[in-house]
């Protein structure tokens, strides 16, 4: 047996003892594949993570001085475990917080806010686009009022509360709209996984599992 | 039947479901839309020797969703080098799971085949996990040599053909960004600069990215499944993507028709209350 035979036996095994959640709900073989699935990825992210130090922020092996005080900030981090020295701790903490607040916010004001309010038009090239644009005002300006709660919603003869309710149906569409590809992009992970289960070597091992499912719906249906 | 296994029967029908396609192909015509051949063209239209960065950031379950339209991409980018267009990719990871993704980023180099294609450093080069995230890339827009320094075997940089005259990022001619995080990142730091901003992403993403593409901040997106089987078509190479658009379809069919059943049960149930 291949190497890639071998590998598609395992990734069959684990995909049935994942899916037999499907099946028996909360199992042995379940949580031993989740605990599993947990175990993998922290030693890889671990071993790469220290891999990464070594090579790339280690003072000795890159022969940069200022490495030295990224491996000391690093290294007051770990001061945390002792509630004698916690309070140093704070500090490393305190750097990655304020600059990373401060690349963020650098970011931001452009890309994310004067961008957009110089690309909105009214008119586009078509008819369709038109419209497009005329409604991403609507929905837009009916939204910001919709989180304005300083007004009441009966204020102005009730008009307040009927644009906010127009950018509620927008934010409902949208998050149906989200949540929905969402869904559907779950659906390509299991067709990927099920495909090993249907073709060689994978449907030996779905062979047995679907004995062990028959052999189990017919001892319970004996009870 | 008892109830119990009604769920998984449901299940059981959907898995079938799922592979059917993939085991004996159904060969759904794949129609190419415009947001394709947007996206096909932006690489196609680079310019004469252009130098193009890849970050692969999917994800540990994301093979399926954003590893495919890499693959799909990387070849293109091969066949464009061979024809003499463009320099070359250099490709590497930032993401925050960067130690557990990385792998997944040598998938898409091993699937694409792009080792035995290319000749490493002069027409492409992995610099692998650069730790950071957002930190790092705001760095890599300032010194991308000084945060990067090495690539993932060790070598410096400066010894790398492909990246001579490579300061900062945007001095790259596109940047091609796969999403599986959070896209107001890579927004916010390197959209609408000098280089061409591509995204690659799924479904759940495209619609956040809709204001920025609007815009003009992106210049085009690839999402998963169908419309990177329609980029395979273009490409003129039949991947996974195609047998997962497939399987796409059949699922949208079996879950309108589980809605519409259970709907009727329903009211058909209620009717027969109310006599």
């Not at chain 2, 890849?54 to 693959?71: A, C, I, K, M, N």
Request: glycine content about 8%; charged content about 15%.
């Amino acid at each position: 047996m291949t190497g890639a035979e071998i590998e598609a036996i395992f990734y069959a095994i684990f995909i049935c003892m994942c899916w037999s959640w499907l099946y028996k709900g909360d199992n042995p073989l379940y949580r031993i594949s989740q605990n599993i699935t947990l175990g993998l990825a922290f030693s890889i992210g671990f071993k790469a993570s220290l891999d990464t130090i070594i090579t790339k922020a280690s003072p000795i092996m890159t022969g940069d001085i200022y490495a030295l005080i990224y491996t000391v900030l690093g290294l007051m981090t770990l001061l945390r475990f002792s509630r004698s020295t916690l309070e140093i701790s704070y500090w490393p903490l305190a750097i990655v917080a304020g600059v990373g607040t401060a690349i963020g916010v650098k970011g931001s004001v452009g890309p994310m806010i004067l961008t957009q309010t110089i690309g909105a038009k009214w008119y586009g090239t078509d008819m369709l686009s038109s419209i497009n644009n005329i409604m991403i005002w609507v929905s837009v300006t009916s939204l910001i009022i919709y989180f304005i709660f300083t007004v009441k919603r009966d204020a102005f003869g009730g008009t307040v509360g009927k644009v906010a309710s127009i950018g509620f149906f927008f934010m409902v569409i949208a998050f149906g709209a989200s949540v929905g590809s969402g869904f559907l992009g779950s659906f390509t992970v299991a067709t990927g996984l099920a495909v090993y289960l249907f073709t060689y070597p994978g449907y030996f091992i779905t062979a047995i599992a679907a004995i062990v499912i028959i052999w189990d719906v017919y001892r319970e249906s004996k009870k | 039947m008892k109830s119990e296994y009604e769920d998984s029967i449901l299940y059981l029908i959907a898995i079938i479901l799922l592979a059917l396609p993939s085991i004996t192909p159904l060969s759904v015509p794949i129609e190419v839309s415009p947001e394709t051949i947007e996206y096909y063209d932006a690489i196609e239209n680079l310019p004469q020797d252009a130098v193009i960065y890849l970050e692969l950031y999917s994800g540990v379950r994301d093979w399926f969703d954003t590893g495919q339209p890499s693959v799909a991409t990387v070849k293109h980018i091969i066949r464009l080098v061979h024809e003499g267009k463009i320099k070359g990719i250099v490709i590497g990871t930032l993401g925050v799971e960067g130690p557990v993704v990385l792998p997944e980023a040598l998938k898409v180099i091993s699937e694409s085949n792009i080792a035995q294609e290319l000749e490493y450093g002069t027409e492409w080069c992995f610099i692998g996990w650069v730790p950071g995230f957002e930190a790092a890339m705001a760095s890599m827009l300032e010194d991308f040599k000084g945060t990067v320094v090495k690539d993932n075997y060790g070598t410096s940089l400066d010894d790398i053909p492909i990246l001579d005259g490579i300061v900062d990022l945007e001095d790259f001619d596109c940047v091609i960004v796969t999403l599986y995080g959070s896209l107001e990142i890579y927004v916010r730091q390197w959209s609408g600069r000098d280089p061409v901003f591509l995204l690659i992403c799924w479904m759940g993403h495209k619609t956040g990215a809709m204001p920025y593409y609007k815009s003009g901040q992106i210049t085009a997106i690839m999402t998963h499944v169908k419309q990177t089987a329609e980029y395979e078509k273009l490409l003129g190479y039949k991947g996974m993507s195609a047998a997962l658009a497939t399987s796409q379809l059949i699922m949208q069919f079996f879950l309108i028709a589980i809605i519409i059943i259970a709907t009727a049960r329903y009211w058909i149930g209620r009717r027969k209350e109310a006599e």
